[in-house]
């Protein structure tokens, strides 16, 4: 064999060896390549299905605090329509034996816990006369006069020291919370 042959065959034989490696360099740069390819990609949809349960999380809790507030709303509306009833309720059956008995047990209350007989009595411009006729009846001494109420009395030692206030506001105001949790429950 000639130089020039050796020669040759060293170079086709480096040539074959640079092919074979330069298969294998080419094939891992594909996968190199395609594998960071596949993680941006991946990263980018682990991402975004974050930001899609973050903003359905989102949705969900203004929903739920919307729900709720309505339902607040609802309740307060309830509560007012209770009341107003009430009110109602009492001016069609103000004057009646059921509605005198009724004061007459507020101004019995009352005037025990004063301990007195001589008292004031503040009461609705629409009760004074009935009022007036049970103070009499119960041999109270005193005044009786008119106050801006819905109902009921407001009954007061004749110096004012102690007062008792027995009006329909205070009255229903003092049953509130026990009224709101009889409509949560009934509403449940």
């Not at 395609?34 to 999380?57: G, M």
């Not at 605090?65 to 309830?78: C, D, G, M």
């Not at 049953?175 to 509403?187: A, C």
Request: hydrophobic content about 40%; glycine content about 4%.
């Amino acid at each position: 064999m000639s130089l020039f042959e050796d020669l040759i065959r060293t170079k086709i034989a480096e040539l074959e060896e640079l092919k074979k490696n330069l298969l294998v360099n080419i094939e891992t740069r594909i996968r190199k390549d395609a594998d960071a390819a596949l993680n941006k990609y991946t990263e980018l949809v682990t991402n975004l299905e974050s930001e899609v349960t973050l903003e359905r999380e989102r949705i969900l809790y203004d929903a739920t605090v919307n729900a709720r507030k309505r339902i607040a709303e609802t309740y307060e509306e309830l509560l007012k329509d209770l009341v107003n009833s009430l009110y109602e309720e009492v001016d069609k059956i103000r004057g009646s034996e059921r509605y005198v008995k009724f004061l007459t047990s507020l101004i019995e209350s009352a005037t025990a816990y004063i301990q007195s007989r001589e008292v004031v009595i503040y009461t609705s411009p629409k009760d004074r006369g009935v009022v007036e006729a049970i103070a009499r009846n119960m041999g109270l001494t005193g005044l009786v006069n008119e106050k801006d109420i819905r109902g009921g009395v407001i009954v007061a030692s004749k110096d004012g020291s102690i007062v008792v206030d027995y009006t329909l506001e205070s009255i229903i105001q003092n049953k509130l919370e026990e009224i709101k949790h009889l409509l949560y429950l009934e509403t449940q």
